[in-house]
């Protein structure tokens, strides 16, 4: 193949191969009667050598001195660039990932940092639920006022609202403990706390879309996850107190 060919063929410029000729990185095996250059399927084979560890970061000098190791083995050269690109890649899915959870995150309103929503959420990511509650909620006046709230709302804004959920749930967790019926005015008050912090952090709750989020809590496993880790039995524990408030207020 001619220069040219090879540059077409290979997505470089007739420069490029000029000059890898030029400083010994790839010769041409063969010349025409009139001088041009002539590449065979080894020069070929070397060129995407070049490009793959080019591609991965490494210098000419570096690559030429790898190539031309009378020692190396091509089987490990592949191995090697094999292993190099798994690790780019699994970077660069890292990257992604992390980009789309921004993009999530602030689809959802929550102008944070990922230090900062660290530092409110721990381990659980919001944003993961984004598209379902869209999809769900886009289209409610509660999805538009929970967006308009969420977007307005700061660092220290979440970390008073994640107080307030903290200390709610922790009182559930002690009424379980203590034996205190689900369906008792105790458990119910509480529910109607929950229900109250619903109202003024996110959107009007209603005592009936606040029995369909406590159904929420035993139907869906996510969210019976969330409650179990602070106390075994708490998910149904509130679901029952929310929905028991619900009718009490019916």
Known sequence: MNVGEVAALAGVTVRTLHHYDRIGLLQPSGRTAAGYRQYSPADLDRLHQVLLYRELGFPLEEVATLLDDPSADPAEHLRRQHRLLRDRLERTSAMVAAVEKEMEARAMGISLTPEERFEVFGDWLPEEYAAEAEEKWGGTDAWAQSQQRTRAMSKDDWLRVKAESDDVEARFAAA????????????????????QQISRNFYDCSP???????????????????????????????????????????
């Open 176 to 195: 379980l403990r203590s034996g205190v019926p689900a369906d008792s005015e105790q458990a119910m008050d509480l529910a109607e706390e929950h229900r």
């Open 208 to 250: 009936e879309m606040h029995a369909g989020l406590g159904r929420m809590y035993v139907e869906d496993e996510r969210f019976t996850a969330y409650y179990e880790r602070v106390a075994p039995g708490l998910a149904q524990y509130v679901s029952t107190a929310v929905q028991a408030n619900a009718a009490r207020h019916a």
